[in-house]
């Protein structure tokens, strides 16, 4: 089974974020910067002419895919990532996935 993992990439000049998941991250990571999405593609261009900095966050990782894209789709809301602070063009899903209610109640969720 290969690992599956949610991250983050960071504007750190304006806090946009945009929600992720890949079982290679930072190679995605480097994907992005070359070809980016849509809503991000002005900001990257911007970082070749001033110092704009993007940063990559891991933000959970596990073996099954379904648990990572109710995760995913968990982070998208929890960052507001689809709104004008965000890049994600889709809204996630309200998560049922009993381990992140756990996770939430002990404090081990990200807050990166």
Do not use: A
Not at 97 to 103: A, C, N, R, S, V
């Amino acid at each position: 089974m290969q690992e599956h993992f949610v991250y983050r990439i960071k504007c750190e000049n304006n806090d946009k974020v945009y929600i992720g998941q890949s079982v290679n991250p930072y190679k995605r990571f480097t994907q992005h910067m070359r070809r980016p999405p849509k809503k991000m593609k002005y900001d990257i261009d911007m970082s070749k002419t001033i110092n704009v900095t993007f940063k990559l966050d891991i933000l959970y990782s596990n073996m099954r895919k379904y648990k990572v894209d109710r995760m995913k789709n968990h982070y998208i809301q929890y960052f507001d990532s689809t709104s004008s602070i965000g890049y994600n063009n889709l809204q996630g899903k309200p998560t049922s996935y009993k381990k992140y209610w756990y996770l939430k109640r002990n404090n081990m969720i990200c807050k990166c």
